[in-house]
């Protein structure tokens, strides 16, 4: 079976002389906390990105170790950047419209603006830039594997630091998701603030007493 070039879109745009973005969320399915999306240029030299960034990979696919290694080195050698948005607003707006404004952030918090842009699928476009949005694009993309990497660690990050302001609920190790220990604090503790109020498994637990 033929290597995937992982960087053959942006070699492509490269070509074009273009700057390229690639952008992925993390934490979209999630019952708490943030959507977080980041934004990576890499740099357009191909053999140097390559090496560099060798065990680059879909996010899900990696250790927390590997994803944390990897993350430094990403920094080290791309621009990145992230966006959050809180789960206040994605209750305000839904998840997939808080996932555009989140990567909207991204972009905007770039020293360099892009002009064309590699994104993991989602079904509308995002703004007016050239982009291509590809499905499992984390395995068709350095760019977005960058990203995904990034925005997953950086959730992470926020998810430990959540833990310890709102214990009891176990955000350290299941990172707000739907697992049975959480399913297990959620029905001895009820929700804290940082749960979104709009999903269904919240809905339905009573609510918080006002602080």
Partial sequence: MAEVDVLAYERELWAEGRVVAGLDEAGRGAWVGPVVAAAVILPPEPERVLDALAGVDDSKRLSPAARERLYDRIREVAATAV?????????????????????RAALAALAQQPDALLIDYLPRPLGDWPQQRLVRGE?????????????????????????????????????????????????ALGPCPIHRRSWKPIRQLRLPLEV
Avoid: C, Q
Wanted: net charge positive; charged share 25%; aromatic share 8%.
């Fill in 139 to 187: 395995r068709a993309s350095l760019s977005i594997a960058a990203a995904s990497i990034v925005a997953k660690v950086h959730r992470d990050r926020l998810m430990v630091e959540l833990d310890a302001r709102y214990p009891g609920y176990g955000f350290a190790r299941h990172k707000g998701y739907g697992t049975r220990e959480h399913r297990r604090a959620l029905d």
């Fill in 83 to 103: 966006g959050v948005i809180p789960p206040d607003v994605i209750d305000a707006i839904g998840i997939l419209n808080a996932t555009y404004r989140a990567m």
